[in-house]
């Protein structure tokens, strides 16, 4: 590393820390030219390739914007939806791979949020898989009948909701028998 100091092109570190839930590090080092010290900070990189062919960099904030809108007049909060984004996040950089597919991170999405809330899982499946029909929604709600995601299986999720779904009607009746 170049001291910002000196210009030497060499470094030492001193110490070495996480930040950022561990997606980066916090590096505090010391010139031996000049012995000044200076903090740096070093992120893996994780790209996203277009439909275009173009990269850019990942962007927890568009994961939030696209989920805030299937989210929109749901009872679901802002925590939730950080939280479900730092999952999306995790699950691209667990797979090991510094550049993904766009397509990827919409499959990634679609789990976190049917469990966080299936009527907003609906809506951001219905645009993101471009359902053109009445038949493509209602294949949809049948597999989340058929599937009952880990919100419907005694996830606190379940318990926001004001109304209860289809699915955990089914569930409901499923503990009955």
Do not use: W
């Amino acid at each position: 590393m170049i001291c910002p100091f000196c210009r030497h092109d060499d470094s030492r570190v001193i110490d070495s820390r996480p930040v950022e839930d561990g997606t980066q590090i916090r590096r505090r080092r010391e010139c031996p030219q000049c012995s000044q010290r200076f903090s740096t900070q070093e992120v893996a990189l994780l790209n996203i390739i277009k439909r275009s062919g173009a990269t850019e960099p990942f962007s927890r904030e568009k994961v939030l914007v696209g989920v805030r809108k299937a989210c929109q007049g749901r009872p679901v909060n802002e925590d939730d939806l950080v939280l479900l984004a730092q999952r999306v996040e995790e699950s691209l950089r667990a797979t090991g791979q510094a550049e993904i597919e766009a397509n990827e991170v919409g499959m990634a999405i679609l789990a976190p949020l049917r469990e966080l809330d299936e009527v907003a899982y609906l809506r951001y499946a219905s645009v993101y898989r471009n359902f053109a029909s009445l038949e493509d929604f209602e294949g949809e709600i049948a597999l989340l009948r058929a599937l009952p995601s880990n919100a419907i299986q005694g996830n606190a999720i379940q318990e926001k909701s004001t109304t209860p779904s289809s699915a955990s009607k089914l569930t409901n009746n499923s503990a009955k028998s």
